[in-house]
């Protein structure tokens, strides 16, 4: 069964229709990499997955769980699916070690003892155990955004959606996160990434999605939507006409 | 001019001084603490509360920003007695400066809530946090942070409001002014030493509101 199940998606914002009918299935464990053009919807899709946009039709189950807007079901949703952004957002005015610990706390209730080991615990799996009680503006992007992981980790979800992380780095500090991300996608993390970094999507995804004006232009393993592109679309994207 | 400055003269009323000062700082603290308060739920209301209820919170904002505080205070004491409720004097101080601070800050409080970036609520909403542990936990302190200068003003100006009190004959620092040059009439040692009086508290209190922010916001910089 499916881990996530996007069906028929569409999404528009007023006359502008950007999600065209989305068909995508994510099983558990796998590693999907989104590409395409600026303004294709590789992040309406991933913010409507997560229910930070609303859906005008269709249907998205995450975990046999049908997506619906009232705030309940949204936090119910996104207890099992966690969302890193190209920005961080990071909490300001919270050490790294709080603000993995915030979420678990005020969320899930936990005791701050708890809370703060699982914190620990995460901070490590991203090689940051060092950096417990320092505050965002005392860290590099690269650490911002692994911290950033380490709080979705936090929620224990069962999926991790991420928008473009590393595009807002320093080039010598996007392999830090990518490394990240890689090893957690061997630790089989189900993951829908956005994506520019090519070779790490051919290197790590399962599979590759490739979106063109608000559709599924074209989808597959990595070696064959890489190597041998059907559409124009994708060939004029890749460089290769 | 044969008059000469006489501070000597006042030294016999340092008793009346004192009890001003007293009854300022209380009423400077109790209102700080209060409306401050009253202005974070007017302000979470405002900008994310509850929306039948944002239009009554607007309306007590607009009257209260719009009118005179001398008249505010005058209906408080000497207008409410009429439909039964009928106020000491010190606690109609009170409840006049709590209610006119308020408003103030939570226009103030207000313009920090929303120079919240989008992100943040973007992530504590990916996080599961509902929108009430998000303005608690997210969004109230950078909020408080951004507009903590503006808001050490108001406060100041509040203890100034407090000044307007001693016309319902609460005993602060002016009444006690007020009192002294009409039982010795040196009017200018007495209203000096008001003036020095005041002066003093309000730096006191800035810097007490600078220390207040260094325990609040550990994040010494500015917060986008
Ligand atoms: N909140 C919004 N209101 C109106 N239009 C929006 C909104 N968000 C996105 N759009 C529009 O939807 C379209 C798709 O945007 P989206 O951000 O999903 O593209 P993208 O594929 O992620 O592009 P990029 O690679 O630049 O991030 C764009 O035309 C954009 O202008
Ligand atoms: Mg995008």
């Given amino acids: 069964m499916s881990l996530i199940a996007v069906t028929e998606v569409r999404k528009r914002f007023g006359a502008n229709e950007v999600l065209k009918g989305i068909n995508l299935d994510v099983a558990p464990g796998e590693v999907i990499a989104i590409i395409g053009k600026s303004g294709s919807g590789k992040s309406t899709l991933l913010r409507c997955i997560n229910g930070l946009e609303t859906i005008d039709e269709g249907s998205i189950m995450v975990a046999g769980a049908q997506l619906a807007d009232d705030e309940l079901h949204l936090r119910a949703l996104r207890l099992k699916v966690g969302m890193i952004f190209q920005g961080f957002n990071l909490f300001p005015h919270l050490s790294a070690g709080r603000n993995v610990m915030l979420s678990p706390m005020v969320v899930k209730k936990i005791s701050a003892k708890e809370a703060e080991a699982e914190a620990r615990a995460r901070l490590a799996q991203v090689g940051l155990e060092h950096k417990f009680d320092a505050y965002p503006d005392e860290l590099s992007g690269g650490q911002q955004q692994r911290v950033a992981i380490a709080r979705a980790l936090a929620m224990r979800p069962l999926a991790l959606l991420c928008d473009e992380i590393t595009s807002a780095l320093d080039p010598e500090l996007v392999n830090e996160v990518l490394q990240v991300v890689g090893k957690l996608a061997e630790e089989g993390m189900t993951l829908l990434m ?45 460089g290769m006409t | 001019m044969a ?19 007293a009854v300022t700082c209380e009423l400077t603290l109790v209102v700080g603490g209060l409306g401050l308060a009253l202005g974070i739920l007017c302000a979470w209301v405002r900008t994310q509360g509850p929306r039948v209820i944002r239009p009554f919170v607007s309306i007590y904002v607009e009257l209260i920003r719009n009118t005179p505080f001398l008249i505010q205070l005058f209906f408080i004491f000497f207008g ?22 308020g408003a103030y800050a939570c226009e103030i409080i207000r313009a920090g809530i929303e120079a919240t970036p989008r992100g943040q609520y973007e992530a504590s909403a990916s996080l599961a946090m509902s929108r009430l542990q998000t303005f608690r936990y997210v969004v109230l302190r950078p909020a408080l942070q951004r507009i903590w200068p503006a808001l050490t003003s108001q406060l100041v100006i509040v203890m100034f409001g407090s000044a307007v ?60």
Avoid: W
């Fill in chain 2, 165 to 224: 009190c001693s016309q319902i004959a609460v005993e602060d620092i002016t009444f006690a002014a007020n009192f002294i040059q009409s039982r010795n009439f040196r009017a200018f040692e007495a209203y000096i030493a008001a003036t020095l009086l005041y002066l003093a508290l309000a730096l006191l209190l800035r810097q007490g509101m600078r220390m207040l922010a260094l325990v609040l916001f550990p994040r010494r910089r500015a917060v986008r």
């Fill in chain 2, 3 to 21: 008059v000469g400055l006489d501070f000597g003269a006042l030294a016999d009323y340092a008793p009346v001084f004192a009890k001003g000062v």
């Fill in chain 2, 80 to 101: 409410l007695p009429a439909v039964g409720v009928s106020l000491g004097e010190m606690e109609a101080a009170i409840l006049a400066m709590v209610v006119n601070l």
């Fill in chain 1, 194 to 238: 956005v994506t520019h970094e090519m070779r790490f999507a051919r290197e790590v995804c399962d599979r590759v999605v490739f979106m063109h004006q608000g559709r599924v232009h074209e989808i597959g393993p990595p070696d064959i939507v890489f190597e041998s592109p059907k559409t124009l679309e994708l060939r004029q994207f890749l």
